[in-house]
């Protein structure tokens, strides 16, 4: 995907759901990658430090360290010498393509031979700034899942991790291979009891880890107000099911579904495989959670009911108090 053999200044996306180590993944290539290139630059959390420092101090940063210079206001030189140099420059977590467009131009602002990484949780932004491709990344498998989840489980300590192998599974069953689940419930039971592990998972039946749901979440927020109500009927009703029956159903309900359904397959919230809806775990549980904590002790309040003995006891008590999504 990189072609590092060819002269083509090339952009190169990287998307996936919050947590699923894009990241990560960056700052690998980085300390692979960056001694080939004759200057490099790492930015992470690039809408966060957007928003807080501006574009302008941004693109200075990653100018001075790509020409290795002392910082300077005076764009056009620093420009003028980008072009004729080889870099590799990586950008984590961006959000808006026309800001992106802003910050580093186009292909033609860099020198011949460099690679332009970045991460980005919507497709569709990278699409957008002019990736030549797209990578997706995919869920751990069972063994990298085991691995990474007992590094932070036992450190060292090959003895716990047998003892523990039944539990570590549970754990891995609920994580799905999100190596940011499966890193804050390693932190978390490391050097405990068997009871307290049993305890946890039991506390996991009940809701999400607050850490977990919460970077889970930001692809959520980033959507648009119908984008998010697609989201939720389909987190509450009609995973599993085919999408044209969903999208005729949506439609139905006065939403845009085809347009809706793109944004979220987008964004990894949804997949479709075989012609039926595919929801990751974790996803679905995020997306339930947010339905419930608009009044976890009133459910007849919810704009969803999906749990059955909640639907009966609301049903029995006359207790819906606003109209529910069926």
Known sequence: MLHLESPDVRIIGICGMGGIGKTTICDQIYHTLALQFGSSSLVLDVQEKIQRD??????????????????????????????????????????????????????????????????????????????????????????????????????????????????????????????????????????????????????????????????????????????????????????????????ERLDDFGFSSKIGMDILKDRGLISVSNGRIVMHDLIQEMGQDIVRKECSQHPGKRSRLFNAKEICEVLRMNKVYSVVTL
């Open 54 to 247: 501006g574009i302008d101090s941004i693109r200075t940063k990653y100018l001075s360290e790509l020409l290795k210079e002392q910082k300077s206001s005076y764009l056009p030189y620093y420009n003028e010498r980008l072009k004729r140099t080889k870099v590799l420059l990586i950008l984590d977590d961006v959000t808006d393509s026309a800001l992106l467009k802003k910050l580093i131009g186009g292909s033609d602002s860099f020198g011949q031979g460099s690679r332009i990484i970045m991460t980005s949780r919507d497709r569709q932004v990278l699409r957008n700034a002019g990736a030549d491709d797209i990578y997706e990344v995919k869920e751990l498998n069972f063994y990298d899942s085991l691995r990474l989840f007992s590094l932070h489980a036992f450190k060292q300590k090959s003895s716990e991790e047998i003892a523990y192998r039944e539990l570590s599974e549970k754990v891995l069953r609920y994580a799905k291979g999100i190596p940011l689940a499966l890193q804050i419930l390693g932190s978390l039971l490391y050097g405990r009891t068997r009871e307290a592990w049993e305890s946890q998972l039991q506390k996991l039946k009940k809701g999400q880890h607050l850490d977990i749901f919460n970077v889970l979440k930001l692809s959520y927020d980033g959507l648009g107000d119908e984008e998010k109500n697609i989201f939720l009927d389909i987190a509450c009703f009609y995973r599993g099911d085919k999408e044209i029956v969903v999208a």
